[in-house]
């Protein structure tokens, strides 16, 4: 049989077919082709017009803190915690390593007001109550995993399971990119290494592999192998990557469902423009002394971090859709030393992220670009052996700025404890719901055909996610 006979096709091959096209006509739109995507191919995918409705943000910075921040630490003040410290919990608590378990354990920092809003923040965040005008802090976030890696894969793709679409990914998949010659979706990933649950962080899962995170490094070589040799002529280097392209082309064509073959010749092709873009947007020695001393560059604790705050601007402002900064590991995983790390942390990150708030909002970009500051969950009100704190899911904060999000706004609350969300608790499934929002996109439609059916990113009909329009200025 050539490759140019065709066999029957069953139910299951009409469908991953059809998904693969779907995946290639979108592809288009991906690498800003105009036109390319068709209202037919749109509906095919469920996703009908897009946007769905007028957008308040057209891209994404998502500040990740791998580990679970402590919420009664960082931005959750307990004067009754304060009361009982020492003192047995005056109830039961959910507690993952439950034979460590041990008194309430109140914060040894204090909570200053920032802004005029007056929102009480953490002594190790000066710089994140410097910008407390600009974000929603959410007191009351709740999750339905107490593990790392289950926790991880809500928060980033809605489900429990390994191999669902990050919300990255499907952001990307609706909206597209709006330059070229860049990635849709980069990471800016730490240079200690990977974070816990490594790549699925930023998987496309079942999508097509083209709406995947692409990773990236900041200083001389922020991608591996992207450049020519020294001793390939141009010439050369053109005749290689024109027969790359047409031999790729060729073992293509019986494979055209194939997603991750797609993507890989993408890749090459994404490759060569990158070669000119991507070293000058990230050369962030034409940034003035000022901005770099903002985003603390001359501080060696936070210089790393900062440079990838202030690279993560530089690529939103020329064109890329959705990025993500990772730290190595899970570094708020505060079992132990859970008020020294966290110094630490707050240390490292707290200026950077705040100077990339404030800067956003200096260039006029910040009424368009979400921010998100956020982990999986959050800790327990109780220590965990001499000076640490548990795992917590039923109660967590994170902050928001711009993207249409209330400006110095506090939403929800906890108990006294901090233990729980008592006051308009927000799942993860209503926060994807409402972040898409944002973005034009209504989250029931924003579908793909998996498993015989449309699945979604908030999988609406399982979770009943719904947008919040409380957390919308």
Not at 123 to 151: C, G, K, N, Q, Y
Not at 320 to 342: C, E, M, Y
Request: glycine residues 10%.
């Amino acid at each position: 049989m050539t490759a140019n006979q065709q066999l029957p096709m069953d139910r299951r091959a009409f469908l991953s077919g059809s998904a693969g096209a779907v995946g290639m006509m979108a592809l288009a739109g991906l690498l800003g082709a105009e036109g390319a995507v068709t209202t037919a191919a749109a509906e095919s995918a469920g996703n009908l017009s897009l946007p769905h409705h007028l957008p308040r943000a057209k891209s994404v910075i998502c500040l990740f803190q791998h580990g679970g921040p402590s919420q009664v630490d960082l931005f959750d003040p307990k004067p009754q915690l304060t009361r009982w410290n020492g003192k047995p919990y005056p109830g039961q608590v959910e507690a993952h390593f439950v034979s460590q378990q041990g008194n309430c354990l109140a914060s040894p920092f204090r909570f200053r007001p920032g802004g005029e809003s007056g929102i009480e923040i953490c002594e190790h965040l000066p710089h994140t109550a410097s910008i407390a005008d600009e974000i929603t802090l959410i007191r009351s976030m709740v999750t339905d995993s107490v593990d790392h890696e289950s926790a991880l894969r809500l928060i980033h793709g809605g489900k429990f399971i390994a191999g669902w679409p990050t919300w990255g990914s499907w952001v990307i998949y609706a909206l597209g990119s709006e330059n070229q010659n860049l990635p849709a979706y980069v990471v800016l990933v730490d240079p200690g290494g990977l974070p816990v649950d490594g790549v699925r962080n930023w998987s496309s899962g079942w999508l097509p592999a083209i709406y995947q995170g692409t990773p990236i490094r900041t200083g001389k070589t922020p991608v591996p192998n992207l450049f020519t040799p020294a001793d390939v002529t141009a010439s050369a280097r053109r005749g290689q990557l024109e027969f790359l392209q047409r031999l790729n082309r060729s073992q293509q064509q019986p494979y055209l469902h194939n997603t991750e073959l797609e993507a890989r010749i993408t890749n090459f092709e994404t490759a060569a423009r990158m070669q000119t873009a991507v070293p000058d947007i990230l050369d962030l020695s034409k940034e003035t002394k000022a901005t770099q001393t903002l985003y603390g560059l001359d501080n060696p604790a936070t210089k790393e971090y900062g440079a990838r705050c202030l690279a993560a601007r530089r690529l939103i402002e020329n064109g890329v859709r959705f990025v993500q900064l990772f730290l190595s590991g899970q570094p708020w995983d505060t079992h132990s030393q859970n008020a020294k790390r966290i110094q630490g942390l707050c240390a490292r990150t707290d200026q950077p992220a705040a100077a990339l708030v404030k800067d956003l909002k200096q260039r006029g970009l910040l009424d368009s670009t979400i921010v998100m500051w956020c982990g999986e969950f959050g800790r327990l009100p109780i220590s965990q052996g001499k000076d640490g704190r548990d795992h917590n899911r039923h109660a967590f904060s994170l902050w928001i700025a711009g993207g249409g999000f209330k400006a110095g706004y506090t939403h929800g609350g906890t108990d006294e404890f901090g233990y729980r969300a008592v006051e308009n608790p927000v799942n993860v499934h209503d926060l994807h719901a409402t972040l898409l929002h944002t973005l034009g996109l209504d989250h029931r439609r924003v579908t793909f055909p998996h498993d015989g059916r449309l699945a979604s990113l908030a999988d609406a009909d399982l979770t009943h996610a719904k947008v919040l329009p409380e957390l919308l200025a």
